[in-house]
Structures are given as structure tokens and as C-alpha cells.
């Protein structure tokens, strides 16, 4: 089991850049793939990004493809996202999830397909 706890959200004009972290307890967190989501207020949660095991294999939302990084530290059970050029609309609560299973054998972008959530962090992009 893994418990995942989201920081780093705050209040960023547009164009600016945050960037999320995502830390995990167990000894195990470099066996499992991690996925970022979010939900907007009135809005169903939606997948942002994911990462393998190894950190070799990423996907992202077409909506973030291109501004957001997502990346990984093992060694300090850690994700993050590095989160340019914001815009308005990505104003979110952003949540962290985490599966032992294959990256191969999952659909990352279903929230079904994670075992494990943060309580999220806010990220505020103003106009």
C-alpha cells in the first residue's frame, strides 16, 4: 500500500509556471506508475499525465502536451509536475494516483485504472 501526498498548488498569474510534487511512504514506490488528474470546479476529473516505473514511458492530456512535464525520483518517492505556461483553464484541484500494476497493462488515462489517492492540491490560474 501506498499513501500520496500532493504539494506545490498555489495562485499563479497566466503564463507563469508551478510545479507539483507528489510524495509517496513505501518502500515499494518505484514499482508502481503514477498519474496526475484534476477536477475543476462543476467538472468531472480529468487525466492530465502519467509515468512508468522507470520514468521511461510518459503520456499527457492534449490540452497539456507540450507545457507540462511530468517526471520522477525514485530515490525520494517522488513525482512531480512541472506545470508552464498556465492558462486560466487549468485552474484545478490536482490529484496524484498510484497503481502497482504494469504501465502496459493499464489504460493510464481511466481514473479506474489507479489504486491510490492524494487529497489534492489547488492550483489557481488567474487572467
Known amino acids: 500500500q501506498v499513501q500520496l501526498v500532493e504539494s506545490g498548488g498555489g495562485l499563479v498569474q497566466a503564463g507563469g509556471s508551478l510545479r507539483l510534487s507528489c510524495a509517496a511512504s513505501?518502500?515499494?514506490?518505484?514499482?508502481?506508475?503514477i498519474g496526475w488528474f484534476r477536477q475543476a470546479p462543476g467538472k468531472e476529473r480529468e487525466f492530465v499525465a502519467a509515468i512508468s516505473w522507470s520514468g521511461g514511458t510518459t503520456n499527457y492530456a492534449d490540452s497539456v502536451k507540450g507545457r507540462f512535464t511530468i517526471s520522477r525520483d525514485n530515490a525520494k518517492n517522488t513525482v512531480y509536475l512541472q506545470m508552464n505556461s498556465l492558462a486560466p483553464e487549468d485552474t484545478a484541484v490536482y490529484y496524484c494516483a498510484a497503481t502497482p500494476r504494469p504501465y502496459i497493462s493499464i489504460n493510464y488515462s481511466r481514473i479506474q485504472s489507479y489504486d491510490y489517492w492524494g487529497q489534492g492540491t489547488q492550483v489557481t490560474v488567474s487572467s
Open positions: 513505501g518502500r515499494t514506490f518505484g514499482s508502481y506508475v
